[in-house]
């Protein structure tokens, strides 16, 4: 069943565990999701990013999505993720999104807060969630490599700024994470988080849930953290299994069943971390 993310959000955020966001890039990674997720009786948000998008083909993905969630017999958000403008959060929420995020991060303040404000008011206009983020989070989303995580981590008053004044559901502030693989250990500053969540009141999200160990994703979501995204994990599991299997199968429907065993393991995994197994 289809959902917004913020109630599946706040249910998690009053029974102490996360929801984890994955994001998906083929029809085999969005099935293993939906039915891992099933699977581990686990509510779920499936996302995609613009990027993705203009590469897989966007009314094919939209509409895959939207009815692969609408089947599940669990609880799923999807999420528009990384979106730098306001034609994409329109487009998304015209193409059966339930969930938005704007990404104006690397905008001055007022306008990263501008930008969110305009994002709430064309999501709750369709019932749906929004979301925005505040410093910078290391690596360039959906590459292979990663910065320096420690660089442009959120600053609570300034936190406390944008979601007060935007009005944004939930809030993604830069906490030390990196999207993609990590380059360097990760440096989570967990006491940044504690102290965001004592100032916000809505959801927050972890980006860049690929390569952490479990013990610090453990530790974010009992400092606060309501959503963890996972992206890149899926898509090493993907490749490897597909580099595998084909050498013995190359019949495809046989081939995608063997791979998206591989990355639902993965997702299980993600699942049992986040704590959301049984909770649908
Ligand atoms: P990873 O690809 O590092 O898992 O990050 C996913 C993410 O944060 C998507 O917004």
Same mark, same amino acid.
């Given at each position: 069943? /289809?959902?917004?993310?913020?109630?599946? @959000?706040?249910?998690?955020?009053?029974?102490?565990?996360?929801?984890?966001?994955?994001?998906?890039?083929?029809?085999?990674? =969005?099935?293993?999701?939906?039915?891992?997720?099933?699977?581990?009786?686990?509510?779920?948000? /499936?996302?995609?990013?613009?990027?993705? /998008?203009?590469?897989?083909?966007?009314?094919?993905?939209?509409?895959?999505?939207?009815?692969?969630?609408?089947?599940?017999? %669990?609880?799923?958000?999807?999420? /528009?993720?990384?979106?730098?403008?306001?034609?994409?959060?329109?487009?998304?929420?015209?193409?059966?999104?339930?969930?938005?995020?704007?990404?104006?991060?690397?905008?001055?303040?007022?306008?990263?807060?501008? =930008?969110?404000?305009?994002?709430?008011?064309?999501?709750?206009?369709?019932?749906?969630?929004?979301?925005?983020?505040?410093?910078?989070?290391?690596?360039?989303?959906?590459?292979?490599?990663? #910065?320096?995580?420690?660089?442009?981590?959120?600053?609570?008053?300034?936190?406390?700024?944008? %979601?007060?004044?935007?009005?944004?559901?939930?809030?993604?502030?830069?906490?030390?994470?990196?999207? #993609?693989?990590?380059?360097?250990?990760?440096?989570?500053?967990?006491?940044?988080?504690?102290?965001?969540?004592?100032?916000?009141?809505?959801?927050?999200?972890?980006?860049?849930?690929? #390569?952490?160990p479990d013990d610090?994703?453990?530790?974010?979501?009992?400092?606060?953290?309501?959503?963890?995204?996972?992206?890149?994990?899926?898509? %090493?599991?993907?490749?490897?299994?597909?580099?595998?299997?084909?050498?013995?199968?190359?019949?495809?429907?046989?081939?995608?069943?063997?791979?998206?065993?591989? %990355?639902?393991?993965?997702v299980e995994h993600?699942?049992? @971390?986040?704590?959301?197994?049984?909770?649908?």
């Open positions: 069943m /289809l959902e917004p993310s913020i109630h599946l @959000l706040n249910k998690a955020r009053q029974g102490h565990y996360a929801v984890p966001a994955f994001n998906f890039h083929n029809l085999e990674i =969005l099935q293993a999701i939906i039915e891992t997720a099933e699977k581990q009786h686990s509510p779920v948000i /499936l996302q995609i990013s613009p990027i993705y /998008l203009e590469k897989i083909g966007d009314i094919a993905a939209a509409a895959m999505a939207q009815e692969a969630a609408k089947a599940a017999k %669990v609880p799923v958000a999807l999420h /528009l993720d990384h979106s730098n403008s306001l034609q994409w959060i329109e487009w998304a929420l015209a193409h059966g999104f339930t969930s938005v995020m704007i990404d104006a991060s690397a905008l001055p303040l007022d306008e990263n807060i501008a =930008l969110a404000r305009k994002t709430v008011e064309l999501a709750r206009a369709q019932g749906a969630t929004s979301e925005a983020e505040l410093g910078h989070i290391g690596g360039i989303e959906d590459a292979q490599e990663t #910065g320096n995580p420690d660089m442009g981590l959120a600053d609570p008053v300034e936190a406390l700024k944008l %979601v007060t004044e935007s009005g944004i559901d939930t809030f993604a502030p830069a906490v030390g994470t990196a999207h #993609g693989l990590y380059k360097f250990p990760p440096n989570i500053n967990f006491s940044l988080i504690e102290k965001i969540c004592s100032l916000v009141k809505v959801p927050l999200v972890l980006h860049g849930g690929s #390569g952490i610090m994703i453990r530790e974010a979501i009992k400092k606060g953290i309501a959503k963890v995204n996972v992206g890149t994990e899926l898509k %090493v599991a993907w490749a490897k299994s597909m580099a595998e299997t084909l050498i013995t199968e190359q019949e495809p429907w046989k081939a995608v069943l063997k791979v998206r065993e591989a %990355v639902g393991q993965v993600k699942i049992s @971390l986040c704590g959301s197994n049984g909770k649908a």
